[in-house]
């Protein structure tokens, strides 16, 4: 069996971070890195970025990461072990690490404020793709929630893959269930 490509999406502001992330991204042949950056910025920083990329992505599974975060060493050979594993083709939720320690998810189950970007792989078939919503509050959470694999198909997997950039606390204040709620998005699924 052939190794299966990933597109690495990275939304980019321009901050010098962004070294470090591509720094830290295992590309296989016939990986792609997508580095997305509007001037300005899109006021909704990072949606219309990681659309972009999603629409230009070419590889078999999708990845998002953001400037000033990095993948942990291994990462790919972790990704293509657990594509190999996912014979069905569904979307893989991997694990982030916060610099605060906090990991997430937390529990198998896509809600908001339990997912982030930064943990999806997910097969490149636009048909099953929600767009990113130009909200950016939740934004990965409704990326994921409205995706047309049934939830309980989504895959959950142990390994951390992803060191967020920024701490948790602040994010986790602006995500809040009742901002979901106000949107009329779901709080999860299971």
Same mark, same amino acid.
């Given at each position: 069996?052939e190794?299966?490509?990933i597109?690495?999406?990275?939304? &980019?502001v321009?901050?010098?971070?962004?070294?470090? &992330?591509?720094?830290?991204? @295992?590309? %296989?042949?016939?990986? @792609?890195?997508l580095?997305?950056?509007?001037?300005?910025?899109s006021g909704?920083w990072?949606?219309? @970025?990681?659309?972009e990329?999603?629409?230009?992505?070419?590889?078999?599974?999708?990845a998002?990461i953001?400037?000033?975060d990095?993948?942990v060493?291994?990462?790919?050979e972790?990704?293509? /072990?657990?594509?190999?594993?996912?014979?069905?083709?569904?979307?893989?939720?991997?694990?982030?690490?916060?610099?605060?320690?906090?990991?997430? %998810?937390?529990?198998k189950?896509?809600k908001?404020?339990?997912?982030g970007?930064?943990?999806?792989?997910v097969? /490149?078939?636009?048909e099953?793709?929600?767009? %990113?919503?130009p909200?950016?509050?939740?934004?990965?959470?409704?990326?994921a929630?409205?995706?047309? %694999?049934p939830a309980?198909l &989504?895959?959950w997997? @142990?390994?951390i893959?992803?060191?967020?950039?920024?701490d948790?606390?602040k994010?986790? /204040?602006k995500?809040?269930?009742?901002?979901a709620?106000?949107?009329?998005y779901?709080l999860?699924?299971?």
């Amino acid at each position: 069996m052939e190794n299966k490509t990933i597109s690495f999406i990275i939304p &980019t502001v321009g901050r010098d971070s962004l070294k470090k &992330t591509l720094a830290s991204i @295992e590309s %296989w042949s016939g990986d @792609e890195v997508l580095v997305i950056q509007h001037n300005p910025p899109s006021g909704n920083w990072g949606n219309n @970025e990681r659309q972009e990329g999603t629409d230009k992505a070419k590889c078999d599974y999708l990845a998002f990461i953001d400037d000033d975060d990095v993948y942990v060493p291994g990462h790919r050979e972790i990704m293509a /072990n657990a594509i190999k594993e996912n014979v069905n083709g569904y979307p893989i939720m991997f694990r982030m690490r916060y610099p605060s320690g906090r990991v997430l %998810w937390e529990i198998k189950k896509i809600k908001c404020g339990n997912i982030g970007a930064p943990m999806f792989l997910v097969p /490149n078939k636009k048909e099953s793709l929600h767009k %990113w919503e130009p909200e950016r509050s939740a934004a990965d959470f409704i990326f994921a929630d409205k995706w047309h %694999w049934p939830a309980k198909l &989504t895959v959950w997997r @142990e390994e951390i893959i992803a060191l967020p950039g920024h701490d948790d606390e602040k994010w986790l /204040n602006k995500w809040s269930y009742g901002e979901a709620q106000k949107r009329g998005y779901k709080l999860g699924r299971v």
